[in-house]
C-alpha cells in the first residue's frame, strides 16, 4: 500500500537541536562563569553533551521523569546538590541561551513545501508537547503538522512500538501507511520499521554502516525517495 503520511522527528531531523545546544551552553558558561572541576569551555560542553544523552535515556526508558531528568543533568554538571528550585532555575538561564539559537536545518522547509499536497504530515518526539509545540510555532512550522505527540504525555518513548503507533491512532491510518523520518538509526528507523511503519534514517553526518535501513543523507532526498521508488508509493510505471 502507498505512503499516506510522513511522521516526523523533530530535533536533530528538522531543528538544528545539537548546534543550538552547544551555542546556548557556551554563551550560558560565559554569562555563569566556567563551573569548578572543568578545564575549559570545550571540556564543560563535552560533559554536558554527555550528561545529556545519559539523562535523556533515564527518560526514555521511564526510569525518571521529563523535568527530573533535567535537574539531575544540572546538578550533575555542577556536581551540586542543588534543589529542585534551584536546578529549575539554573536550567532556565540556560534556556534562554539555548532558545535564541534555535534554527531549523536549511533543507526542512524545501522538503516540507515539496511534500505538502501528496503526504499528511505529523511529530513525534521523544521529548514533551509542551517543549515542542512551542519550538516549532516559533521556528514557523507547527502549522505544518496535524499532530504532534511526545514521549512526556503518551508515557511511553520511542522505540516502544506503542509510540509509533499512538501516533498512526491519531492520523487514523495504519502503520504500513505512514513512513518516519529521524536522525537516530536504532531509535527511529528501526524502531518504525519494528512497529510497521517505513523507516527512514536521516544519516546527516553520512555515518552509514546500517545497509538494512533506508537511509537518506539531507531531507532534500525525501521527495524523491518517496515519490520515486514503488515500495514508498509511487506509480508502478510497468503497471
Keep these: 500500500m502507498p505512503i499516506r503520511a510522513v511522521l516526523w522527528d523533530i530535533d536533530d531531523t528538522i531543528f538544528d537541536y545539537a548546534?543550538?545546544?552547544?551555542?546556548?551552553?557556551?554563551?550560558?558558561?560565559?554569562?555563569?562563569?566556567l563551573a569548578d572541576g572543568y578545564a575549559s569551555v570545550d571540556h564543560a560542553l563535552t560533559r554536558w553533551k554527555e550528561l545529556t544523552t545519559l539523562h535523556w535515556r533515564?527518560?526514555?526508558?521511564?526510569?525518571?521523569?521529563?523535568?527530573?531528568?533535567?535537574?539531575?543533568?544540572?546538578?550533575?554538571?555542577?556536581?551540586?546538590?542543588?534543589?529542585d528550585t534551584e536546578a529549575d532555575a539554573w536550567f532556565q538561564r540556560y534556556l534562554r541561551?539555548?532558545?535564541?539559537?534555535?534554527?531549523?536545518?536549511?533543507?526542512?522547509?524545501?522538503?516540507?513545501?515539496?511534500?505538502?499536497?501528496d503526504y499528511r504530515h505529523a511529530a513525534l518526539s521523544n521529548s514533551s508537547v509542551h517543549n515542542q509545540e512551542r519550538k516549532l510555532r516559533v521556528l514557523g512550522v507547527r502549522d505544518r503538522f496535524e499532530v504532534l505527540l511526545c514521549a512526556a504525555e503518551l508515557g511511553v518513548a520511542k522505540p516502544d512500538p506503542a509510540a509509533f503507533h499512538a501516533a498512526?491512532?491519531?492520523?487514523?491510518?495504519?502503520?504500513?501507511?505512514?513512513?518516519?523520518?529521524?536522525?537516530?538509526?536504532d531509535i527511529d528507523a528501526r524502531g518504525a520499521v519494528e512497529a510497521g511503519l517505513t523507516g527512514i534514517w536521516l544519516d546527516r553526518r553520512g555515518t552509514g554502516g546500517r545497509p538494512e535501513l533506508t537511509t537518506i543523507t539531507g531531507?532534500?532526498?525525501l521527495p524523491g525517495l518517496l515519490r520515486g521508488d514503488t515500495?514508498?508509493?509511487?506509480?508502478?510505471?510497468?503497471?
Excluded at 548546534?19 to 562563569?33: N, V
Design 19 to 33: 548546534s543550538a545546544d552547544r551555542a546556548g551552553m557556551r554563551r550560558h558558561l560565559r554569562a555563569e562563569g
Design 58 to 83: 533515564r527518560f526514555e526508558a521511564g526510569g525518571v521523569g521529563f523535568e527530573e531528568q533535567r535537574r539531575d543533568r544540572v546538578r550533575d554538571f555542577l556536581g551540586a546538590a542543588l534543589t
Design 97 to 117: 541561551h539555548y532558545e535564541a539559537a534555535w534554527e531549523l536545518f536549511p533543507d526542512t522547509l524545501p522538503a516540507l513545501e515539496l511534500l505538502a499536497a
Design 168 to 185: 498512526c491512532d491519531a492520523l487514523r491510518l495504519r502503520p504500513a501507511d505512514v513512513a518516519y523520518v529521524g536522525d537516530h538509526p
Design 219 to 221: 531531507l532534500d532526498q
Design 231 to 239: 515500495r514508498f508509493g509511487a506509480p508502478d510505471s510497468f503497471g
